[in-house]
């Protein structure tokens, strides 16, 4: 169907991945042509520094999700606190 | 906070590492996604989609990327391969654009040089001896064959794909190697049937075009 080698085939891909800044497609992609470029020093950079940043950006995207949910808990618990006070002074 | 700032850090050492890479290779990178992109497009052609928009897209946009200068002998050759099978396609679809786009696919093979423009116009005028030429043929076999086990973890699945490759080319060299694989598998004992009769209509049909 192709007349392109498989393993060339998926580096293309991960090529076109980088070039569109989608990290993480273009780790799995390098992953799947890893045996048959493995040899290649330049290939390896690049595939090991796409892999760290695709784990960094999940890294990154961890800590903003849960600096979030810390700040909304906080949010939630002042609004909380700052209705009671209101219920409380309604009642007085 | 202090975490999120080493992150991001980190991601922009990692992505300016990735950008200059990129930048580095971009005549070589260009290149192979040139050639990917002929790739898809015969493929798309394969499944009887229209290819004449795509055609000419690639051609404004690659065609200036890829001027014979920047490339070697080798990727000339490989450039003339891809782009004699794109004009194979173009003439197949007899229409005034197809017509129009295969002259232009025409004239950039011509200008990669000598290797390219054989490719298409003329037969080498002495052919290297028969054994030459298979043991020639046996040489690239193996080397389709060691790519094809890096991707696929069973003979079966491998000869799968060769036969994908064989439905679409008209090189012969696909169906030898795929005829080879189900011998090898029937002489292993397994039932090849299915896969004899996909290889007797690929060739029916080769002929009959």
């Not at chain 2, 690639?58 to 004699?84: N, V």
């Not at chain 2, 017509?99 to 003329?122: M, N, T, Y």
Request: hydrophobic letters at 35%.
């Amino acid at each position: 169907m192709t007349m392109i080698p498989g393993p060339e085939k998926a580096y293309c891909r991960g090529l076109t991945a980088l070039k569109e800044k989608d990290y993480a497609a273009a780790d799995r992609e390098f992953d799947a042509c890893g045996a048959a470029y493995g040899k290649s020093g330049g290939f390896r950079i690049m595939a090991v520094a796409t892999k760290l940043l695709a784990r960094v950006q999940r890294e990154k995207m961890m800590i903003l999700k849960t600096t979030h949910a810390i700040e909304e808990a906080v949010s939630h618990g002042k609004e909380t606190i700052v209705c009671r006070q209101g219920e409380q002074e309604e009642t007085r | 906070m202090t975490d999120l700032k080493t992150i991001e850090r980190l991601e922009t050492r990692l992505t300016h590492l990735i950008e200059s890479q990129l930048t580095r290779k971009k005549d070589q990178i260009d290149y192979l996604l040139g050639l990917n992109r002929i790739d898809d497009l015969l493929v798309e052609h394969g499944r009887g989609h229209g290819v004449t928009e795509g055609v000419a897209s690639f051609l404004a946009e690659y065609r200036p990327r890829l001027q014979s200068e920047t490339m070697t002998a080798a990727q000339r050759r490989r450039l003339g391969d891809f782009l004699s099978e794109l004009l194979q396609r173009l003439r197949d679809s007899n229409d005034g654009d197809s017509a129009k786009l295969a002259d232009e696919v025409r004239e950039w093979i011509s200008s990669l040089g000598e290797g390219g423009f054989r490719l298409i116009l003329k037969k080498p005028q002495e052919p290297a001896p028969l054994a030459e030429r298979f043991q020639a043929c046996l040489r690239w076999e193996m080397e389709e064959m060691t790519a094809l086990a890096a991707v696929h973890d069973h003979l079966l699945s491998c000869l799968d794909d060769v036969l994908k490759s064989a439905e679409v080319k008209v090189d012969p060299t696909y169906r030898h190697l795929a005829a080879s694989m189900i011998y090898f598998l029937q002489m292993e004992g397994y039932k090849v049937d299915p896969y004899l009769k996909r290889l007797r209509r690929i060739q029916t049909e080769t002929e009959a075009s």
